[in-house]
């Protein structure tokens, strides 16, 4: 069995027990319960239901393992050539690690 769901603005294939880095969630702590209830399609042993936008009743229960976790590093770097121009910028995502408690459908 698994669900497609939508969290903070992505959408993740979600089986029971799996872990995911979604975006940083704010004012969590570690071991606390997420519910996500924005279900967009349940696959139950190939019988599919797709929602219209979201199945209503269905939800997906995560608990908080890590609630700060900084991906790696993405270096932008911009050049315009014969003008001495040069800009070098670093930016690192935050992500929350959640594990996959419950799949209620």
């Known amino acids: 069995m698994y669900v497609i769901v ?3 603005g992505q959408q ?3 089986e029971q027990g ?4 979604v975006h940083h969630i704010a004012d969590v702590e570690a071991g606390a ?4 209830d924005k279900v967009l399609l349940v696959d139950v042993d190939g019988a599919v239901k797709v929602g219209a936008p979201h199945i209503e009743g269905a939800k997906v229960v995560c608990e908080v393992i890590s609630p ?3 991906g790696d ?3 932008v770097f ?4 014969r003008k001495g121009y040069r800009r070098l910028k670093g930016h690192r995502q935050q992500f929350t690690e959640v594990t996959v408690k419950e799949v209620v459908a």
């Open 6 to 8: 939508e969290m903070q």
């Open 78 to 81: 911009k050049k315009k050539r």
């Open 33 to 36: 319960t997420v519910e996500f």
């Open 73 to 75: 590093k993405v270096l």
């Open 68 to 70: 700060l976790v900084k």
């Open 18 to 21: 799996r872990r995911l880095f």
């Open 12 to 14: 993740f294939k979600v």
